[in-house]
C-alpha cells in the first residue's frame, strides 16, 4: 500500500520543511515527491507538523507478572496515543529477564500483542555474566546500582568490574547508592511524610552511583547510558565524561520537584526522586547543551489503590507514555524549546544511542515510523481519559497545547483521531552495535 502525506511540515534533523512524504508497505520511500503521484491513501496535512516517531527507551510494562498494573497491549496502546512508536523495556519483571532465553520469551509475547515496536533489556545479576556474554536480539544491558526486585541489585564491585570488563553490549544503569540510602533512612527514622523520600533517595545518593558507573565505564572503554538524571550536580560529572557516556532525563524530573510533594503526594514518588527546583533548571540547561541527550518517560505505572497507599507503603513509579511527548509540545508551543529539538531528543537519539536500524529519522530508506502532531490543539489531561491500565497521571487537571493526532506504525496507521486499531502491528528492533553508538554518528556533533 502506497500512503502520500502532502502540505505538512515535515521535521528533518536539522530544519523543518513544507513537502510530501510517500510510503510505501513499511517504509519510507520519497520524499518531496509531486502532490499528483499514484497512491492508495493521500492525506492532506496542511497546517500540522510531521515527526518521526517517538522512541521511548525506558520503560516498565509489568508483563510477565503484574499485569494488573499494566500489560504489553495496555502499554501499546497508550503508546500510540502518545506518539511512541517504539519502546524499549526494562528486565524487572516477573520473573526477572536475567536469560536469553527468558529474552525470547517477550519477544515472543510482543510480537503478539504489541502495537507498537518493541525490544527488551537484559538484566545483570552478579551471577549471570555468561548470559550477558552471550545475549543478542536486545539493545544492551540493564544494571540496577540501586534498590530492585529479585536479584537484579549489583553493587558488589567484583562483579561490577566483570560485567563491564568481559561484556560488549552497551549498558545503562539506575545510578542510586544502596549504602547512602540505607544510611538515610536510618538516620531520619520512621518516615513521616512522601516528602521524606528526596531526603532518603538525596542528591548524594545520585551522585555517587553515576560516579561509580562513570569510573567503570572510563576505565574500561565500556560504552555506557546513564538513566534519569535527576540532579544538577550529576550534570558536572557527565560533562567530564563527554563523548564516551550519553544521558537522559525523564519528564517528571523536568516538571516536578519537591515542592509538589503537598499538592501530589505519592503520585510523584519516584526512584530516583525529585528533587529542586534549581535542579529542574540544571537539568534543563544540560539537554539545550547536549550534555543530556535523551529524554524518556521510564513509565512504571502502579495501581491507584497502591500508589494511594501511606508512604513508604506507596510504591515507587509514574504512568507518562502517552503524554511526555504532549508535556514537550506543550514547551515548543510557550516558547522554550523547538520543535527540532524535541524530535533529536526523543527520537533521533535514542535510535543513536542503541544503534536501532531505520530508526528516528525522516529519511528515504527509514522505516514508516511516524506522527502527525497538531501544535495548535489543546486539551486538558484527564485521569479518567487515560489509556494506561492503572487509569491516573500525575498531570491530571493540567492543559497542554501541542498533541499527536495520528501515529503509523512500520506504515500503519494506529491511531487516527481517537481511534484506535488494535491489531498488533509492532515489530521487534533491529540493532547495530557495530554502529558504534550515539557519539560515532553525525548526530553526535
Known sequence: MKTLIKNASVVFPEEVLQTSVLLEGSKIVDIDVASQIDADEVIDATGLHLLPGVIDDQVHF????????????????????????????????????????????????ASRTSMVNYGFYIGATPENLSELVAANRTPGIKIFLGSSTGDLLVDQQDALERIFAETTLPITAHCEDEATIRKNAQQFGPPRNVADHSKIR????????????????????????????STAAEVELLAIHRHLITAEVCP?????????????????????????ASDNEGLWQALEEGTIQVIATDHAPHTREEKDKPYPSSPSGLPAVENSLALMLDQVHRGRITIEQVVHWMCDAPARVWDMVDKGRIAVGYDADLILVDLERSEEIRDETQWAKCGWTPWHGETLTGWCVRTWVMGHTVFNQGIVDQTPKGEEVRFDHMRGGYWATESGH
Do not use: W
Not at 545518593?205 to 569510573?215: E, G, M, N, S, W
Not at 517528571?252 to 529542586?276: A, C, W
Open 202 to 229: 538525596d542528591v548524594a545518593a545520585a551522585v555517587i552511583a553515576t560516579r561509580r558507573a562513570l569510573d567503570l565505564a572510563h576505565r574500561h572503554r565500556h560504552r555506557f547510558h546513564v538513566l534519569h538524571v
Open 252 to 276: 517528571h524530573h523536568l516538571f516536578f520537584n519537591t515542592e509538589d510533594y503537598e499538592r501530589l503526594g505519592t503520585r510523584v514518588q519516584m526512584n530516583p526522586s525529585i528533587k529542586t
Open 62 to 109: 509489568r508483563e510477565p507478572g503484574l499485569t494488573h498494573k499494566e500489560d504489553l497491549a495496555s502499554a501499546s496502546r497508550a503508546c500510540a496515543k502518545g506518539g511512541v512508536t517504539t519502546f524499549l523495556e526494562m528486565p524487572n519483571t516477573i520473573p526477572a529477564t536475567t536469560t536469553q532465553e527468558r529474552l525470547e520469551e517477550k519477544l515472543a509475547l
